[in-house]
T-cell receptor, first 113, second 111 residues
Framework: GESVGLHLPTLSVQEGDNSIINCAYSNSASDYFIWYKQESGKGPQFIID?????DKRQGQRVTVLLNKTVKHLSLQIAATQPGDSAVYFC????????????FGGGTRVLVKP | DGGITQSPKYLFRKEGQNVTLSCEQN?????MYWYRQDPGQGLRLIYY???????QKGDIAEGYSVSREKKESFPLTVTSAQKNPTAFYLC??????????FGEGSWLTVV
């Protein structure tokens, strides 16, 4: 079946550097993508989303890029801070699949002081 | 998300027992979801509902049941048929077509 996966299970980054988290998806019918941040023992928090008619969207310190040709999604975090240490998940939705929201396996980001 | 309340935070189940996890939202959202998360893993969809009195199975519905009698409530029952229920359970809600917000989760342990 369709799946959403991540390339890197753990990412270590120096405080102040930029972080890039990657995600591959396999369902070409997916039309909506979301990035979430999850801290230990808590529910995921929404970071940013993007629809399939866009290839880039920016938020505060974050940018999501969507490449539909290669079915790839990335989250860029500028000037990474200690508070950015968490697990990051991408999720995708397909209207054709009844609006199910499917999550990838997650990437842990560790920010070094 | 402050508008989504899950209870209890911690729950223990004996072998052969059914347990029910509560999820309430005051955001007037039509869509509600239940996910299961095992340690170090991603979220897997159990059930979801896009409207009152209707719900669909997710990827791992076996051993679980839900109801959606009220817009604000979407309880999840973990039945004795679920052989490995120990996990972190997350409820979410959204306006249909928008990104769901999540509750703080419920930890279920079999004793």
């Amino acid at each position: 079946g369709e799946s959403v996966g991540l390339h890197l299970p753990t990412l270590s980054v120096q405080e102040g550097d930029n972080s890039i988290i990657n995600c591959a998806y396999s369902n070409s019918a997916s039309d909506y993508f979301i990035w979430y941040k999850q801290e230990s023992g808590k529910g995921p928090q929404f970071i940013i989303d993007i629809r399939s008619n866009m290839d880039k969207r920016q938020g505060q310190r974050v940018t999501v890029l969507l490449n539909k040709t290669v079915k790839h999604l990335s989250l860029q975090i500028a000037a990474t801070q200690p508070g950015d240490s968490a697990v990051y998940f991408c999720a995708e939705r397909s209207k054709a699949a009844g609006n199910k929201l499917t999550f990838g396996g997650g990437t842990r980001v560790l920010v070094k002081p | 998300d402050g508008g989504i309340t899950q209870s209890p935070k911690y729950l223990f189940r004996k072998e052969g027992q059914n347990v029910t996890l509560s999820c309430e939202q005051n955001l007037n959202h039509d869509a509600m979801y239940w996910y299961r998360q095992d340690p170090g893993q991603g979220l897997r969809l159990i059930y979801y509902s896009q409207i009152v009195n209707d719900f669909q199975k997710g990827d791992i519905a076996e051993g679980y049941s839900v109801s959606r009698e009220k817009k604000e409530s979407f309880p999840l029952t973990v039945t004795s048929a679920q052989k490995n229920p120990t996990a972190f359970y997350l409820c979410a809600s959204s306006i249909v077509g928008r990104a769901p917000g999540f509750g703080e989760g419920s930890w279920l342990t079999v004793v």
